[in-house]
């Protein structure tokens, strides 16, 4: 006789799908958001380095790299990358509400991105070479950017979740 599958197990998984998607979608957006934001900090001088520094120039010495479609296409690969980092976040935070969480992943990720991934972009400056503009306006745009991923995720899983089992024992 086969197993016939509880209403609220098939609920239940699908509301951990929609959560996925959604937690996907989050990362993606970020990425969008912090990438427009890096270009915007760049453009008015807040920043010695732009998106398209490090995913594009470090690898090629086109010249659609320093056009627009070169800060197009950081911006994308950015939001890309971002989807990356909102699924490890996902299976590692999700369960964890709190923004302060989300300012220690933001820290983290731009001391991965300035300090351990450095050797793989030859044409960044060491970070002790940057201005102190460079540097507080980047760690400051990471918080943001870990802030807006960690707390949107957590708390599409808290609503979602927590309410729903809360409803049921009511």
Known sequence: MPRQVKKSD???????SNVLTRSLQTGFAGGLIGGVMWVILYYFNFSEIAPKHY???SW???GWVDSWLGTVISILMISIISILV???YFGTFKTINSVWIGVFCGVVLWFIV????????PNIPYVTDLSADTI??????YILYGVFIGFSISYD????FVKSKTEQTE
């Open 60 to 62: 090629t010495a086109a």
């Open 157 to 160: 899983y808290h609503d979602t």
């Open 55 to 57: 995913l594009l120039s």
């Open 136 to 141: 507080v306006s980047t760690i400051c745009l």
């Open 114 to 121: 300035f300090y351990i991934l450095k050797p793989i972009f």
């Open 86 to 88: 909102a699924l490890i």
């Open 10 to 16: 098939q609920t239940e998984r699908e509301s951990r």
